[in-house]
């Protein structure tokens, strides 16, 4: 069974701070790794989606990583901003006995502070 | 404009009360799949189409059931609900499968009283 962690739970960072969210799943053997974010009461948006094939992708001041072989992938923010605060989730999509299935993190909770 | 449209955005029902979500996109995406997002579980998906006429459970579809008839619509029908559907959901779509990046609409908050 697929497991998707993400840590820390809650971050809270001063503006200008680049930081590092998370991402680790139990089974390497995926399609892809997607990165949204959630603001409170909203759906979510698409951020980065990863192939199982690819090392990493990067939009604008968000970069994103995938090391398939353990597990992880991690989002990296550079320059943060007061706009940045939502919850960042990261959703794994694999194959499971012929069918498609996806696993989200609960996602990490993240504030910057003027 | 691209997007995956739900209605209603809100709702409050009793036990027992059929009700329908709604949720249509206009990329012409083959994959459809419906969500729900509780505290402390995360999402989880219930149910997803990868085509017309084509349905598959996800990995908690008790309580619901889709329908897959037209490319553009996915609705989701909760034929009795109870208080544990009490739930927010999300609708998304891609392109042709889980291989290819998901959008998602802009959620349904259901009440079940």
């Known amino acids: 069974k697929q497991e998707v962690t993400q840590i820390p739970a809650a971050l809270s960072v001063p503006e200008g701070e680049n930081l590092v969210l998370n991402c680790s799943f139990t089974?390497?053997?995926?399609?892809?790794l997607q990165w949204f974010r959630q603001d409170p009461g909203k759906g979510l948006t698409s951020l980065l989606l990863?192939?199982?094939?690819?090392r990493e992708q990067t939009s604008g001041r968000l970069n994103a990583s995938l090391d398939k072989s353990s597990g992880r992938s991690t989002l990296y923010i550079a320059a943060s901003q007061p706009g940045d605060s939502a919850t960042y989730l990261c959703?794994?999509?694999?194959?499971?006995?012929?069918?498609?299935?996806?696993?989200f993190g609960i996602g990490t909770k993240l504030q910057v502070i003027p | 404009e691209a997007q995956v449209t739900q209605n209603p955005r809100y709702l409050i029902t009793v036990t027992g009360k059929k009700l329908t979500v709604t949720c249509s996109q206009n990329?012409?995406?083959?994959?459809m799949s419906w969500y729900r997002q509780d505290p402390g579980l995360g999402l989880r998906q219930i149910y997803y189409?990868?085509?017309?006429?084509?349905?598959d459970k996800g990995d908690v579809p008790e309580g619901y059931k889709v329908s897959r008839k037209e490319k553009r619509n996915f609705p989701l029908i909760l034929e009795s609900p109870s208080p544990n559907q009490t739930s927010l959901y999300f609708c998304?779509?891609?392109?042709?499968?889980?291989?290819?990046?998901?959008?998602f609409g802009p959620g349904t908050r259901l009440t079940v009283l």
């Open positions: 998304a779509s891609s392109l042709d499968g889980l291989a290819y990046e998901q959008f």
């Open positions: 089974d390497s053997a995926i399609y892809n």
């Open positions: 990863i192939q199982s094939s690819q």
């Open positions: 959703a794994v999509s694999f194959d499971s006995g012929g069918y498609q299935k996806v696993t």
């Open positions: 990329m012409n995406h083959e994959y």
């Open positions: 189409s990868m085509n017309v006429e084509v349905t």
